[in-house]
């Protein structure tokens, strides 16, 4: 939960910082003229909220409600202030070079001499070093059309393997697991579903922090007489009106979800004919988890075993249940069996595919969904085709005018790019749409990596923690200086409409592209005048696909409310329930996986005694880099703190709202106690959305799954200490892998060898 | 017709201040919130709580019963409004009166300043901002019909401060008098069967408030 005013008391709760010693924004004035009002989706997380954005003389001032079908007119805090960011005074207005090496400063300079200058960089690495040494790390917080031809970009612009996104930090566990149990990876019902179920288990998500506007869906639900049980290290503002809160230490999710279906099955709630007419591999399943007595989860989890029994019976007897799991159980070294803990559960109940019923993840950011299907993942072309596939990468290179010979293959994943920054394998790298020096888990790690790079180029509109350490900073466009389309947690493809121009001599996003791809040569495959040629572009590249965006247009977008994907013809009306009849298998079925409980890469030792797990507060979005600079949201949080329950703190000598240093493996930082007892004793919180002395990515573990290669940011081992306090014991974290096994980051080498159940998970993923 | 009123449930609140922000963006106090979202005790428990102009109706307002220049006027349709400009002498006694202290003096326009249930909406037949944004549904806009057949929970429009009561325009949701689930017959049956150590638990500790974990630092 967030910070309140006794916390920050120096703080001003209604008095907007964003205007103190600034010039006035424009509604002062615009409020005088006639005013439009463009119907488009915040910006900001997946539920792609609607609302209506107010325009008076070609400037954003306001915004209004719109009632759309998943939003019915809210919005959070973070969906009211969006406008705010198109005429905020810190857009960058200008490109930016770095002159006189990396000691120099960023400098105004014109587009034609940053543009030219990275073009030749770009061309004379490539020819002494190979295509793939210059990378684009990309984001999904752009719409679908950016996304694509960010994946484009790379593939036919620079010809380069190695182009991935910032949804390897987010939603590739899910993601792998989704398409390794049905084929399919979306979540299967809309949000509009969510009222027609009989119990709902939220498995690691602060569905109240995170994604406020589901919470009135989850209401409904309640209101309609549906139970609630969370599984989380804290009492959140979901878990405090829940049924049943069971409090689970971080990492040991899977030790709770295995006694749950073990105490489902003695109970004798699985739906047999369900299992045994659409699933294949239950029997496994069934031994798997039978070791996992509620005493034994009670050992591992910390999770009170009447508790477990209690949820097992609520779950296992509603006769319609929902499992929504989100980054909790995501971001970990076993993330991806986490996410099928959970369908395990779904499918033993006989509950995925019935509406209301089954497993939902509930991705992150704002095009989450849409920016992992059109083609910008390091083993994936558009329409969530595969990369290694022959038929597959015929068909893009056709839609693409290029030989397939000339396609490159399967590139390093995010969290390997840094590694081979590192190593100097990659010389150069175009990040867009992403903050890697707070979102990216061991920071002085990523900034060596970021300062070995020449040129490091970013396209931002404000000047993030990442832009700061740029050769080039290109400045970009918001999102409503841009049309297009993005598609939200329940895969309905929406439409952003375009509201203002970008300021300055900023330029849309997709006009550097394509000007970046004329410098290099390439100006041939990107032909587009406007964004709709994009999108036209991209329906024929995804037809067909897995994400069949083929008969989704723009008009049926406005006509219907959104689309779901998968919508193969032009008369189709999409497809908002999935699995009602089949699953995406060829055969139909869907997968049980048996899971273990492995423990986290690192744990508890004497000298860091604690779990240490970063979240979300509902203020921000991601990295801050947007949320931190809107006067409302930042004077609410405007610095992190780290949540200790009572009990630690009194041994600790903390008190409240004193400054304490946590320390990890990685690093330490100074930051304030918020003494509560709405988390474990074991446990410790600290929000991510800050940036320098303020990250806890300094601390964070960068281990990762060994096939998704997301990072274990939700459990770490850390110790705490006054500031005037004595010295800690020396030592070091338990970590529960030798070096030779440990899902390390990074531990990818551009042609290495994977081991099988590595190559299984990236056919999937 | 039925009345239109706001239903304030504060077991739904998370905390999250859409509407402070909503309530900013309002053209006539552009950047200043009249709604205000507090905790009730962070050192014991994540709730919270929106506290808005409840409206009151019965007896008149005590705002503006106490208003000397009678610059706290009250609509037909029973909404107290902030008050008039043109009249306000920023003597406070509004402030001091209000039993749930929702009016403040802006010393700076010397001007008194509350909530009027968004009289530009819902005269235009909208719901007010802050109910419009909240995305949970912890302040909700419409009538006591609608709320009953729609949601649990018991509104309620009569408080009493000691010798004071009023009736408000703006209800209050308290919890449903008997809980839909029997969570400690749940328990202890779970209980029974794993026999774990100590007390039973009460309903509270349920969601965790009242039993720790046994932990070893």
């Not at chain 1, 009002?37 to 539920?47: E, I, K, N, Q, S």
């Not at chain 1, 918020?674 to 960068?702: K, M």
Request: hydrophobic share 40%; aromatic share 8%.
């Amino acid at each position: 939960m967030s910070v309140n005013k006794d916390f920050f008391q120096t703080r001003d709760f209604n008095y907007d910082f964003q205007s103190v010693g600034r010039p006035p924004t424009a509604w002062r004035e615009a409020s005088q003229l006639p005013e439009t009002l463009v119907p488009t989706h915040c910006a900001f997380c997946g539920v792609q909220c609607g609302m209506y954005l107010r325009v008076a003389d070609g400037q954003v001032v306001g915004v209004e409600p719109r009632d759309f079908p998943h939003n019915r007119g809210s919005l959070c805090p973070k969906g009211v202030v969006a406008y705010q960011q198109v005429n905020h005074p810190d857009r960058l207005t200008y490109p930016l070079i770095r002159r006189g090496g990396k000691q120099g400063r960023l400098e105004r300079t014109t587009w034609d001499e940053a543009l030219d200058y990275v073009v030749e960089r770009w061309k004379a690495i490539q020819a002494q070093f190979g295509k793939d040494a210059v990378a684009v790390y990309s984001g999904s917080s752009m719409t679908n059309e950016k996304c694509y031809l960010m994946g484009k970009f790379a593939r036919v612009g620079l010809g380069t393997r190695h182009v991935d996104y910032n949804g390897r930090l987010c939603m590739s566990s899910a993601a792998a697991a989704y398409a390794k149990a049905f084929g399919l990876d979306r979540a299967p019902l809309p949000m509009t579903d969510i009222p027609l179920t009989s119990c709902l288990l939220i498995v690691g998500s602060n569905v109240a922090e995170c994604f406020p506007v589901v919470m009135q869906w989850l209401w409904q639900a309640r209101d309609r007489g549906a139970s609630l049980i969370v599984l989380d290290p804290r009492e959140t503002a979901t878990a405090r009106t829940a049924d049943l809160w069971l409090p689970v230490r971080p990492g040991t999710d899977i030790a709770v979800l295995n006694a749950l279906l073990r105490q489902i099955i003695h109970d004798g709630l699985v739906d047999e004919a369900y299992v045994r007419e659409r699933t294949i591999g239950w029997e496994a399943v069934r031994e798997a988890v039978e070791p996992y007595t509620p005493q034994e989860a009670e050992r591992i989890a910390g999770v009170p075993a009447e508790r477990i029994v209690a949820a097992a019976r609520l779950y296992g007897r509603a006769p319609r249940s929902l499992i929504m799991h989100a980054r909790g159980i995501e971001h970990s070294t076993h993330g991806v069996d986490n996410c099928l803990a959970c369908i395990n559960l779904a499918l033993a109940r006989g509950q995925v595919g019935k509406p209301g019923g089954g497993t939902m993840m509930i991705t992150g950011q704002g095009n989450g969904q849409g920016g992992r299907e059109v083609g910008q993942k390091a083993n994936q072309l558009p329409g969530y085709r595969h990369i290694d596939v022959p038929e597959e990468r015929q068909y893009i290179a056709q839609v693409w005018g290029i030989p397939e010979s000339e396609l490159p293959p399967e590139g390093a994943a995010a969290t390997e790019m840094v590694g081979l920054m590192a190593m100097g394998e990659i010389k150069s790298c175009l990040v867009v749409c992403s903050n890697l020096m707070v979102s990216l888990p061991d920071i002085a790690t990523v900034q060596r990596a970021l300062e070995r790079l020449d040129p490091l180029v970013v396209i931002d509109f404000f000047m993030s923690e990442t832009a700061e350490l740029a050769d080039v900073v290109l400045p970009g466009s918001v999102w409503c200086e841009d049309e297009g389309t993005t598609t939200n947690l329940e895969g309905r493809v929406v439409k952003i409409n375009r509201a203002a121009e970008p300021p300055g001599e900023a330029r849309r996003d997709v006009d550097i592209i394509c000007d970046l791809a004329r410098r290099l040569g390439r100006g041939q495959f990107f032909p587009y005048r406007t964004t709709r040629e994009i999108w036209e572009e991209l329906r024929v590249a995804s037809k067909g696909g897995t994400a069949d965006y083929f008969g989704i247009t723009w008009e049926k977008i406005d006509a219907q409310g959104g689309v779901f994907w998968p919508c193969p013809s032009e008369d189709h009306p999409g497809t908002p329930r999935l699995f009602a009849e089949r699953f995406a298998y060829p055969d139909g079925k869907a997968r049980f996986h048996p899971v273990v409980y492995t423990p986290p890469a690192e744990e508890p030792s004497e000298a860091y005694p604690f779990r240490l797990t970063t979240g979300r507060v509902v203020y921000h979005y991601l990295s801050g880099n947007q949320t931190r600079r809107l006067g409302f949201l930042n004077s609410q949080a405007p610095e992190p703190w780290v949540e200790i329950h009572p009990r630690a703190a009194a041994r600790l000598g903390i008190v409240n709202d004193a400054l304490v240093r946590v320390r990890t493996a990685r690093g330490s930082m100074t930051l304030k106690a918020l003494v509560v007892p709405t988390i474990r004793p074991d446990t410790l919180f600290i929000p991510f959305h800050y940036g320098h002395e303020h990250a806890v990515n300094q601390l964070t573990n960068p281990a990762v799954d060994p096939s998704v290669k997301i990072p274990e940011y939700k459990v770490c081992a850390a110790a705490i200490e006054r500031l005037d306090g004595p010295p800690s014991p020396a030592g070091a974290p338990t970590a529960r892998f030798t070096p030779e096994t440990a899902p390390q980051m990074f531990p990818y080498v551009a042609g290495e060898r994977r081991s099988p159940s590595e190559v299984e998970a990236k056919q999937f993923s | 017709m039925a009345i239109k009123t706001i239903f304030v449930d504060p077991s739904r609140c998370i905390g999250c201040r859409a509407c402070e922000a909503a309530c900013r963006e309002c053209d006539s106090h552009k950047g200043e919130s009249m709604i205000m979202v507090d905790f009730i005790d962070r050192s014991s428990s994540v709730a919270t709580q929106p506290t808005l102009c409840m409206h009151c109706e019965d007896p008149v307002a005590p705002c503006a019963q106490v208003c000397p220049v009678m610059a706290i006027l009250i609509t037909p349709e029973g909404v107290v409004q902030q008050a008039e400009p043109s009249r306000c002498i920023a003597c406070r006694n509004c402030v001091y009166a209000c039993p749930f202290g929702v009016p403040k003096m802006d010393t700076a326009a010397r001007l008194m300043k509350k909530c009027n249930l968004c009289y530009d909406r819902t005269s235009q037949g909208l719901q007010p901002w802050c109910t419009q944004a909240c995305p949970t549904q912890a302040i909700w806009y419409g009538d006591y019909e609608e709320f009953v057949t729609q949601r649990r929970g018991h509104p309620v429009r009569h408080t009493v401060f000691g010798a004071q009561e009023v009736r408000t325009r703006v209800y209050h949701v308290l919890p449903e008098d008997e809980p839909r689930l029997d969570l400690m017959a749940l328990l202890h049956e779970a209980q029974a069967e794993v026999g774990t150590r100590g007390a039973p638990e009460s309903p509270m500790a349920a969601t965790g408030s009242a039993r720790e974990e046994p932990w070893v630092l």
